[in-house]
């Protein structure tokens, strides 16, 4: 389940951040509940593995730092398109559920 909250949370949110930490501590708000780091990072690495989400930690161009930048590939829209359509509901409410899972 957390994978799919990731996607639809990037589709919805598109998460940036300094840092995968500090990308962490964003989800988690937007869930409302604490995120296990280790399955984060598993389940970012399963998306991007996936073609559903970008590798999200890019360079910007004449960057001295990476950037953390979660972002849903045209493959992820379709899945989060589908998952929507399937559920009957808006993406918010969505996210809600499965974030209270």
């Keep these: 389940m957390l994978d799919t909250l990731i996607l639809l949370v990037a589709f919805r949110h598109r998460v940036s951040a300094s840092n995968q930490d500090a990308a962490l501590v964003r989800f988690e708000d937007i869930a409302g509940h604490v995120i296990d780091p280790e399955a984060f990072a598993a389940d970012v690495r399963r998306l991007v593995s996936a073609g559903l989400i970008y590798d999200p930690a890019r360079l910007p161009q004449n ?5 953390w930048l979660c972002e849903v590939t045209p493959e ?26």
Excluded at 79 to 90: E, I, K, M, N, S
Aim: aromatic share 0%; glycine share 12%.
């Design 63 to 67: 960057g001295l730092q990476c950037h």
């Design 76 to 101: 992820g829209a379709i899945r989060v398109a589908t998952l929507v359509a399937a559920q009957g509901t808006g993406i918010d409410r969505l996210i809600e559920r499965i974030a209270t899972q």
